[in-house]
Nanobody
Framework: QVQLVESGGSLVQAGESLRLSCAAS????????MGWYRQAPGNQRELVAV???????NYADSVKGRFTISRDNAKNMVYLQMSSLKPEDTAVYYC?????????WGQGTQVTVSS
């Protein structure tokens, strides 16, 4: 069982930066992939960024060049550095852990970007 706790969500103005954190209850060293997803009201949950155990990353086109995902295996943490935030980035952001045959989600953290 993996518990994930997100933090760092806030209300910010367009153009500002924010860093989200995801704390895992177990070592993430062996977890296949850690990712950030988001869900805006009325929309489906969508991939924002993912990082594999080997450090490979993948981003949604809408955030490429603005967001950076990273992981600290020693601290069991995953981060999402967000810059040049836009109102359309407003959503609940969820952390996801994918391991062999299993998927775990955090409770989410709200990010609101005002124009």
């Amino acid at each position: 069982q993996v518990q994930l706790v997100e933090s760092g969500g806030s209300l910010v103005q367009a153009g500002e930066s924010l860093r989200l954190s995801c704390a895992a209850s177990v070592s993430i060293f062996s977890i296949s992939a850690m990712g950030w997803y988001r869900q805006a009201p009325g929309n489906q949950r969508e991939l924002v960024a993912v990082i594999t155990r080997g450090g490979n990353t993948n981003y949604a086109d809408s955030v490429k060049g603005r967001f950076t995902i990273s992981r600290d295996n020693a601290k069991n943490m995953v981060y999402l550095q967000m810059s040049s935030l836009k109102p359309e980035d407003t959503a609940v952001y969820y952390c996801k852990a994918t391991t062999v045959g299993l998927v775990y989600w955090g409770q989410g953290t709200q990010v609101t970007v005002s124009s």
